[in-house]
């Protein structure tokens, strides 16, 4: 089990910045892969940007250029830097995490935070 603790949501205007940041509750030595999804109203969650153990990392075309995920290992946390935001990137943001032999989309959830681009 792997409980994830995501922070750092906001309101932002367009073209600004926000850092999310997700603990998790064992060290994140032992996670394979971490990640962020994201779930805009009446719409499907969606990958954003998933980092693995050998510090790989895979982007969503939408945010490429854009965002820069990361993990610290030592403080068992990933983190995605979010630049250039736009009113598209409003959504909840979810921190996943799951071993290379569970499917992407499932594994561990945490609660959400929501990000929200607006003037």
């Known amino acids: 089990q792997v409980q994830l603790v995501e922070s750092g949501g906001g309101l932002v205007q367009p073209g600004g910045s926000l850092k999310l940041s997700c603990a998790a509750s064992?060290?994140?030595?032992?996670?394979?892969?971490m990640g962020w999804y994201r779930q805009a109203p009446g719409k499907q969650r969606e990958l954003v940007a998933t980092?693995?153990?050998?510090?790989?990392?895979n982007y969503a075309d939408s945010v490429k250029g854009r965002f820069t995920i990361s993990r610290d290992n030592a403080k068992n946390a990933v983190y995605l830097q979010m630049n250039s935001l736009k009113p598209e990137d409003t959504a909840v943001y979810y921190c996943?995490?799951?071993?290379?032999?569970?499917?992407?989309?499932?594994?561990?959830w945490g609660q959400g935070t929501q990000v929200t681009v607006s003037s």
């Open positions: 064992r060290s994140s030595f032992s996670i394979d892969v």
């Open positions: 996943n995490s799951r071993p290379f032999s569970t499917e992407p989309g499932r594994g561990y």
């Open positions: 980092v693995i153990s050998s510090g790989a990392t």
